[in-house]
């Protein structure tokens, strides 16, 4: 029996990379460290557990695995949890990865979504690359309902999405998790953009392409005065955030000198927008810089974040680098 399920796994896995390869399925081509954070707890049935990992690989199928640009850890859960990755995350081989999100075993105990967050962390802080390459760090837990053992999840999801980790969770539900676990995932997420609820692991499945497309619109975290490289074809974009100066209670110009090494690339700008595609109405200027533009934007003291986009002009390869200065303001 287990050896007829390993076969129907590796059919599967066959099956989804071969179509999405030749009928062009959507594909991510983003950058991006991904950790796959999965309930395996006893309140899941083994069928939909299986129909959960049919759904990942989906899910990594549209990745760009394989390269530098999409990497990939796994966190199967319960009461307690394995995590399946290589030295580092962005070095897993494609079929390597989908063969280990086949075998993942379910576990069938309680629910230690905390710990599972905490082994998650200790991991990025390891392994992810770091924070100067500006690759986005995406933590994407599956669950069926709240936590029941372990250390609280909200904190420990905190603790991911502050310093030194800065990373986006998307936290998604499974069928009715109820209040509480309503309640659980929003504080996870910290960002209703970045919850989703769905009625069964079945129409997880149906899914799997929005979701994959989502998380690779997430922006990755920039540091000011740390000059940083990038890449992208024609026709799309590369997505950044910073913190901006409220905790200061101050005004701020944030400048964002950009230069293109090869191709075009265009930068737009917003402290509302996640992935703006257009001008912010904020006073944004630009200006020739030492053969580079310059973009100013004005940023308010009560603008929790700035948000900003590059987008590749040419329509092969669009290679540039860029350091965002921060300008405090008096007024």
Excluded: W
Aim: glycine letters at 6%.
């Amino acid at each position: 029996m287990q050896m007829m399920m390993l076969s129907i796994s590796l059919f599967i896995i066959y099956f989804l990379t071969f179509s999405i390869h030749v009928y062009g399925q959507n594909k991510c081509e983003a950058f991006i460290d991904l950790t796959l954070i999965i309930d395996s707890s006893g309140s899941i049935s083994p069928d939909d557990f299986e129909q959960g990992k049919k759904a990942l690989i989906d899910l990594v199928s549209r990745l760009n695995v394989g390269t530098e640009k999409a990497g990939v850890a796994i966190i199967n859960y319960s009461s307690t949890m394995s995590l399946s990755a290589q030295t580092d995350v962005f070095e897993f081989d494609r079929m390597e990865l989908l063969q280990q999100i086949a075998e993942l075993p379910h576990l069938a105990q309680n629910t230690s979504t905390g710990e599972a967050l905490a082994l998650a962390n200790s991991y990025c802080q390891a392994r992810c690359r770091p924070a100067t390459q500006a690759i986005p760090r995406v933590f994407a837990i599956f669950t069926d309902g709240h936590s029941n053992e372990g250390r609280p999840p909200i904190p420990a999801a905190q603790a991911l999405r502050s310093n030194p980790i800065e990373g986006t969770i998307f936290a998604v539900g499974i069928g009715n998790i109820g209040t509480q676990g309503d309640a659980e995932l929003l504080g996870i997420a910290g960002d209703p953009d970045y919850v989703l609820n769905i009625a069964s692991y079945l129409d997880l499945a149906r899914v799997t392409n929005a979701i994959t497309m989502k998380m690779c619109e997430f922006p990755a975290f920039v540091l000011p005065n740390i000059k940083i490289r990038g890449e992208m074809t024609g026709n799309s974009s590369r997505y950044y955030k910073m913190h901006t100066l409220k905790k200061l209670k101050k005004n701020a110009f944030f400048e964002i000198e950009i230069n293109d090494r090869v191709g075009k690339t265009a930068v737009y700008t917003s402290t509302t927008n996640k992935n703006p595609s257009s001008s912010s109405p904020k006073s944004i200027s630009n200006r020739n810089v030492r053969g580079g533009n310059t973009y100013t934007t004005f940023v308010p003291a009560n603008a929790d974040n700035f948000y900003f986009s590059v987008k590749g002009v040419m329509s092969n390869l669009n290679q540039f680098d860029f350091i965002v200065r921060v300008r405090s303001l008096d007024f």
